[in-house]
């Protein structure tokens, strides 16, 4: 026997060999047994509903937008109903070149190039990065048959029945209404956005932004049964929850007046914008600029070279609201701040005498009238029918060290927010010697504040800016004797079966108070109304035989490097106005050139049916007032009636 040999018979061997081969197999049964029981029984509830959840799909259902409409219910915006092709860019066909082959066929389908394909899709990653793609809208039956037939063939595309939004007055208010398109992924970050997913449409601008939560709607979901392949079984619908339509906004929009109003601009051809506007309640009866665009355009998928071809010309600018968002002086409209100004600081009385001899000369710089007429001695009242600059310049050098004007510009509501609730204003300017000796020491003028730049600011000029609706506001202050309104747009809103939800008549929490001595707002308008209608006045060619009584005032203001802009501002009917309209036209010459007119036209709709009664009387020899009647065609509802026009 040698040393270290293995005594053991050999069937111990076997058999010790078998007994860890059996442990081991049964530890490996053990654990099988354990996790299948797991599964089983443990995890069999979570594993049935995955399995079941495989075989469902769920689909929202998209909510139509709800309708903008009128003051009187004329539709200004509602929906239709499109066949959309979408494409799921993550779901393409895998492989650069199965994915490019499928792209190419659909672009083929729809009459788009490879290119431009590629181009909204990629426009539309930048938007929202992961999101469905809508590549073309109204793509019509036979191809939206076609894909449903081929899945196989197009597996990242799919039709959708989709809402448009629908002018069905072109681009009547465009500027006014807003647009719509896809959330973007900062909007996406924002409170009013929560829950809303990357491919939902929202409102931008206008109406269709600020008030974007009552129009939106709420989506509906479809729950469906789905073979292997993911595609919806015969009658395996589950479950459908209905989507909820957006509600109705109600306008304060006069269509007569919206319609005159863009009409009066657009025939001059110039770039410009009007207000008309309820001076009690703030009720914007039309708001317009020019150039304007089709909105129409926001409704197809489009690239940002067609964009900016489309919209980037800085001088038309044809998507800039020029009633809210300019950069303008006003001329002589702004003569009424300055006279109240003077009379409430007790600069001069409604009496003051001043010699206009046709200029003044200040630090060897002459401040002319216009074609330096002279109009002797005047008063307020008649200052204002001439528009006598020399009055309003003495005005401005005397109160050139004080804040008279700078204080009474912001108490009527230039250069500060109107409160207006769709947004858009611009940030304004009325120069003040704080202001100007800052941008000297900054080193951004060459010269710091002087008697000067009061003289300019008192007849609206220099480096004044504001907007026609701040002047809207003004005026409308003036004619409130100190009720500062707040613009609105927004009426009510209303849900499907035309319920009330909210209003918004009822903002005099909102409006602001100035007080104005009555004796010196008295003078003023009669001031204007003599510079409308009375033997001398400015705008006498163009309202002088206007049935209306109205009170207006003229104004020309010097842009550098251009014409003359044209101002006219009118509060209707005198002495007890309801209605202030404001127009102004780039390059438009005198006030009473093109913004004048441009009123007139917008005063005609407005109250066209006192105009007809007016007609009616003069041809029949009889002397009936015209006051009884309502305000405008489709205008509005119980509205004091008209005085003073006798």
Request: overall charge negative; aromatic content about 8%.
């Amino acid at each position: 026997m040698f040393l270290g040999s293995d005594n053991r018979p050999r069937g111990s061997r076997l058999s010790l060999r078998i007994a860890v081969v059996g442990g081991v197999a049964v530890a490996l049964f053990a654990v099988l047994f354990f996790r299948l029981w797991n599964l089983q029984v443990l995890d069999g509830g979570k594993y049935l509903a995955e399995a079941q959840n495989n075989r469902t799909r769920e689909y929202k259902v998209i909510a139509p937008r709800g309708n903008i409409v009128a003051r009187n219910g004329k539709v200004l915006v509602d929906n239709r109903t499109s066949l959309a092709l979408v494409v799921n860019t993550e779901k393409l066909a895998s492989g650069p070149e199965k994915e490019e082959a499928e792209l190419k066929k659909l672009g083929s389908l729809v009459h788009m190039s490879l290119k431009r394909v590629r181009e909204v899709i990629a426009e539309a990653e930048d938007k929202a990065a992961g999101a469905p793609v809508t590549l073309r809208q109204d793509i019509g039956y036979q191809v939206a048959f076609y894909l449903k037939e081929n899945p196989e063939r197009f597996p990242g595309a799919s039709v959708q029945r989709v809402f448009v939004r629908e002018y069905p007055n072109g681009d009547l208010a465009a500027h006014v209404l807003g647009t719509v398109g896809t959330v973007s992924e900062e909007e996406l970050e924002e409170p009013q956005y929560k829950g809303l997913e990357p491919d939902d449409q929202v409102g931008h601008g206008g109406l269709e932004g600020a008030y974007d939560e009552d129009l939106r709607g709420t989506p509906g979901v479809t729950r469906v049964q789905v073979n292997a392949a993911g595609q919806p079984t015969p009658g395996g619908r589950l479950t459908s929850t209905p989507p909820e339509p957006g509600d109705t906004l109600v306008t304060t929009i006069n269509p007569a007046v919206q319609a005159a109003g863009e009409y009066a601009l657009a025939s001059r051809g110039l770039p410009g914008a009007f207000v008309s506007m309820n001076i009690h309640t703030g009720e914007i009866l039309g708001m317009g600029s020019y150039p304007t665009y089709d909105p129409t355009f926001f409704t197809e998928p489009f690239t940002q070279k067609e964009y900016e071809q489309k919209f980037n010309d800085p001088i038309l600018a044809p998507l800039t609201d020029r009633a809210i968002y300019s950069f303008y002086p006003t001329g002589s409209t702004y003569k009424i701040i300055t006279a109240l100004a003077a009379l409430e600081h007790g600069v001069i009385t409604p009496q003051t005498v001043i010699q206009d001899n046709g200029y003044i000369e200040l630090a060897e710089q002459k401040f002319e009238n216009a074609e330096g007429v002279a109009n002797g001695p005047v008063t307020l009242v008649p200052a204002l029918r001439v528009s006598s600059d020399v009055f309003f310049y003495e005005l401005g050098r005397k109160m050139w060290d004080k804040n008279y004007l700078q204080e009474w510009s912001h108490k009527l509501g230039i250069a500060r927010p109107t409160g207006l609730d769709i947004g858009g204003e611009s940030e304004d300017l009325v120069p003040s010697k704080e202001w100007r000796d800052k941008l000297f020491q900054e080193g951004g003028t060459d010269r710091p504040w002087s008697a000067g730049d009061n003289v300019q600011l008192a007849t609206g000029q220099g480096d004044l800016q504001t907007t026609p609706l701040q002047m809207a506001v003004a005026y409308a202050s003036l004619g409130t004797n100190g009720k500062v309104p707040t613009p609105h747009l927004g009426l009510a809103v209303e849900d499907a079966a035309g319920r009330v939800l909210q209003e918004f008549t009822d903002l005099d929490k909102t409006h602001r108070r100035v007080k104005i001595n009555s004796a010196y707002r008295r003078a003023i308008m009669e001031g204007l109304h003599e510079a409308a209608q009375a033997s001398g006045g400015t705008a006498v060619e163009v309202f002088g035989e206007f049935p209306i009584e109205i009170a207006g005032k003229t104004g020309t203001a010097e842009r550098q490097g251009k014409g003359n802009q044209s101002w006219f501002i009118a509060l209707s009917p005198y002495p007890s106005p309801d209605i202030v309209t404001v127009a102004t036209i780039e390059e438009g010459g005198y006030g009473a050139e093109s913004a004048a007119p441009a009123v007139k036209e917008i005063l005609e709709a407005l109250y066209s049916k006192q105009l007809e009664k007016a007609a009616e009387s003069a041809q029949s020899g009889t002397e009936e007032g015209i006051a009884e009647e309502g305000i405008a065609e489709e205008g509005i509802a119980e509205e004091p009636p008209i005085e003073g026009t006798g």
